[in-house]
């Protein structure tokens, strides 16, 4: 049975696509930093729920030696690490400038650090999670330049793993997720929904579908897809 890393997947879109992974028989791994019940409430969810193998394992991605951890209990747990989703993120819509570094260490380590750990440990893909914001930056200045570092390390990791892993990116849209109502007002929420046809955020599950989709199929690499119901397309 393969195995699938997803960071960040405690709740919200994480928790979303960890469930399709299980749902198509994976076993999952949730990294958290610090929602230890949320983590092992959502891996009981999933054994009991897919019949699957789930761990909860905690650790900071900003850290090398965390990251190493991390990485070496799946492969302890499950034989393999098959699949790696660089979702993990903290977001602050104005951050003060003592929180930045951490924000900014928290996306851009993560990615660089588990994908070179988990190419050594034989993952077949990884997908890194961005944000819309860096097609169309409504004021996230901060955000949207750290979400571009992981789509710059996307393409780069893609071409030098060509051959041997593949690596894509999702940019996804405006999900019912806590982060999203916890620092958007009901105006701006309005907004994005005015812009989409069936006038609903998008729901982390249906995200989890995009991701898995790229995550499996042998023809993508190197790709960056936005799944944002046209948000972005719409100037919104």
């Known amino acids: 049975m393969k195995s699938a890393l997803i960071t960040g997947a405690s709740r919200g879109i994480g928790k979303g696509i960890a469930e399709v992974f299980a749902r198509n028989g994976y076993n999952i791994a949730i990294g958290y930093l610090q929602s230890a019940d949320l983590a092992k409430e959502t891996c009981d969810e999933l054994i009991n729920e897919y019949d699957i193998d789930s761990i909860a394992i905690q650790g900071d991605v900003s850290i090398l030696n965390d990251c190493k ?8 747990r499950f034989g393999s690490i098959d699949i790696l989703v660089n979702n993990a993120a903290q977001y ?3 951050p003060e400038e003592k929180e930045r570094a951490g924000l900014a260490l928290t996306k851009l380590n993560s990615v660089e650090f588990l994908s070179q750990i988990a190419h050594e ?3 077949e893909s990884i997908v890194n999670i961005s944000s819309m914001y860096t097609v169309n930056n409504r004021n996230a200045l901060f955000a949207t330049s750290y979400q571009a570092g992981v789509e710059s390390m ?8 060509r051959g041997k892993v ?13 982060m999203l109502l916890e620092n958007h007002s009901d105006e701006e929420i309005e907004k994005f929904l005015s812009a989409v046809p069936d006038q609903e955020l998008i729901d982390p599950i249906e995200m989890g579908t995009v991701v898995y989709f790229i995550a499996t199929n042998n023809l993508l690499t190197g790709q960056i897809i936005t799944a944002d119901k046209g948000i972005t397309l719409c100037g919104e």
């Open 92 to 94: 602050r819509r104005y």
């Open 121 to 123: 440990r034989g993952v």
């Open 166 to 178: 593949r690596v894509n990116g999702v940019r996804p849209g405006a999900c019912a997720t806590d």
């Open 69 to 76: 951890e991390i990485v070496n209990e799946v492969v302890n």
């Open 154 to 161: 996307t393409y780069n990791f893609a071409k030098n793993y």
